[in-house]
């Protein structure tokens, strides 16, 4: 409706939107690499984290995203993939993958 009146918190909505959906479609077609270090068992240190995602995310990809909207299920242990979810805004959900490998290879 071209003759509609939006209020300023209505217009920042609709941007904000827009955005988290380019950067949700940016997130699908990359992969953040985590070097972690680990034991005789071949298990990780610790675990991976949100802070650590984020962290190589924006330095990799020059993607910045909150620590807070990147959703890890079950503690990362172990070196292989995953999938993540990233919530960006209101109903617009990204998908990240995560590749842990040894920081020693």
């Not at 995602?53 to 242990?77: F, M, N, Y």
Request: proline share 1%; no cysteine.
């Amino acid at each position: 409706n071209l003759g509609a009146v939006y209020s300023v918190k209505e217009i920042a909505a609709i941007w904000e939107t827009a955005n988290a959906k380019d950067i949700a479609k940016r997130l699908e077609s990359i992969t953040v690499k985590i070097k972690a270090s680990a034991g005789a068992d071949g298990k990780v240190y610790g675990s991976v984290t949100s802070k650590e995602i984020a962290e190589s995310l924006k330095a990799q990809h020059g993607i910045e995203v909150d620590k807070r909207k990147i959703t890890i299920t079950d503690p990362i242990k172990a070196f292989g993939t995953y999938k993540l979810d990233v919530k960006l805004f209101t109903d617009v959900i990204g998908k990240i993958t995560v590749s842990v490998t040894d920081q020693n290879n």
